[in-house]
């Protein structure tokens, strides 16, 4: 779990336009997506591997903006038709939304393959898909030293059995404890993280949106709250900026083990954190590294007593 | 707000019999109350001045109980009638419950009268408790140095212009979310906190029970999460003991202030997570000091990264 001079990160998901509805103000077809969001979170630590499906509607436009970043676009494949659209409203409170409208377009027809140069990244990360689709991702990379998946309800209801099966061949998986709970059964979120570490992966995070997240691995559990912030715009994006914090943090840090997860936890924290700051990737954007360890420092101090 | 060599406090609020049931077990009739829970998480720290009223009905062994774990109890005055009873259910989750039974009782007619040598206390816990009575019982302490009170939706609704004219002469108000955001109108846990802050307590402490709690005060913004622990017994009593556990620490550490406060939250975070662990106070009975100091290492080595 270590990072080596070579070591490079890989990032399978979703890209979309997405309109989105707060009670502060909406934004329409603004750039979205799984792989978006965590590609630019990890684009702080080092340049990214992206694989995804866009339509022909998707513009140059998105695509500099992507290649800008740092983030290596060639597995980022164009198909006749339209791009994934997701429409959704947030209510009053920010922590919870609606799916008004959900266009799969030719994100429907996913079927990843990887460039032959990617096929040799260290890092992995897995976000939000059918469990078959990301094992099928996995078999094509040669040697991955450290591999993270996403999962949501959808998949842990109806396909349990694909998701169990990719369990074991995870380092890490990621979930919110309503998804926890689910696949465990379990109504104790320490319980219901423990009871998930046993199905298989080396560790789980436990996503708790506002109140954080919890790290369940054979050194114990940890905990960590979100970075408090008073301006939260558009939280859409935030746990997959959590995870490609995590991921770029891991991928470019060698330092020995003991803390560097909680330390790449606690840099997704903090990328996500610049995310619920304005509407879609707008924030992220105009953040730079420097500007995140600042932030990390002072969650850091927030953390000791 | 340093403490010295003849620093006491004084904890005014309810003392009662209560009868809990939980998915996993019941209990009739069990020792409980404000005070007594957070007298005896303030007694692991130095010897706390407990004020309140107890029926006929009350037996000795309980007055033992609190007198034996170094609760001053000349201020606990027993009046004709019953002592306060509370019956209440917790749901499966164990973070919400039901109110099926309140008897007040001699509660009812509860009216603080300080005995002497109370009145030189130093630090305050005024429990939660109606806003005017709390203000009759500062009003009788001489040179406070420090006084911290809970509260409740009941009086933020049906006494709010008592508890406002309480909050500037608080150091600390505390209280939970969802109080918090009926008290300042927002929705935002952060601009919230930082409302109630601008009503005019020097700090407000922001209870999210499993999720931890949050500090507001002109230093600033700081968050820490609840203690994971896989055993949840019975959540009853739990903030009582968090306030008790800050209090007396406060009271017993002569430390410079900065982050003596956030000590402070983490010494009432590790109290309140034994009250969990048992019914009513039989895991707080059975805790000692030293187990408390090897679990606040424990949580100090979770929170570093």
Redesign the interface.
């Known amino acids: 779990m270590t990072a080596g001079l070579t070591d490079s990160l890989l990032i399978v998901g979703s890209v979309a336009f997405d309109s989105i509805e707060t009670p502060n103000g909406s934004v329409d077809n603004a750039l979205g997506g799984s792989a978006t969001y965590s590609s630019f979170a990890a684009s702080f630590f080092g340049p990214p591997r992206l694989v995804g499906v866009i339509g022909a509607d998707f513009p140059d436009e998105h695509r500099r903006l992507l290649a800008d970043s740092g983030v290596d676009i060639k597995g980022l494949v164009t198909k006749p038709g339209q791009t994934f659209r997701w429409k959704g409203r947030y209510h009053?409170?920010?922590n919870t939304r609606d799916t008004l409208e959900v266009h799969l377009n030719v994100f429907a027809e996913f079927d990843p393959v990887l460039p032959p140069h990617y096929r040799d990244s260290t890092h992995v990360f897995l976000a939000n898909g059918v469990p078959g689709l990301q094992a099928k991702v996995l078999d094509q990379v040669r040697h991955p030293k450290l591999v993270m998946a996403d999962t949501m309800d959808l998949w842990i209801e109806n396909q349990r059995k694909d998701l169990l099966a990719l369990l074991p061949r995870l380092d890490g998986l990621l979930l919110n404890d309503s998804e926890a709970h689910l696949l465990s059964g379990e109504?104790?979120?320490?319980?219901a993280g423990?009871a998930v570490l046993r199905m298989g992966p080396k560790f789980v995070i436990l996503k708790?949106g506002?109140?954080?997240a919890?790290l369940f691995s054979g050194d114990g559990?940890?905990?960590?709250?979100?970075?408090?912030?008073?301006t939260?715009v558009d939280p859409t994006g935030a746990g997959d900026s959590f995870a490609g914090g995590i991921l770029g943090y891991l991928s470019s840090d060698g330092s020995p083990p003991p803390?560097r997860l909680?330390?790449a936890?606690?840099y997704g924290t903090i990328v996500a954190s610049f995310t619920f700051e304005d509407f879609g990737l707008d924030r992220l954007r105009r953040t730079t590294r420097s500007e995140i360890d600042a932030r990390l420092d002072k969650y850091?101090h927030?953390?000791?007593?």
């Open positions: 009053q409170d920010m109504d104790n979120l320490v319980r423990l708790k506002e109140h954080g919890m559990v940890y905990v960590m709250p979100a970075f408090p912030t008073e939260v803390g909680r330390r936890m606690a850091r927030m953390l000791s007593f």
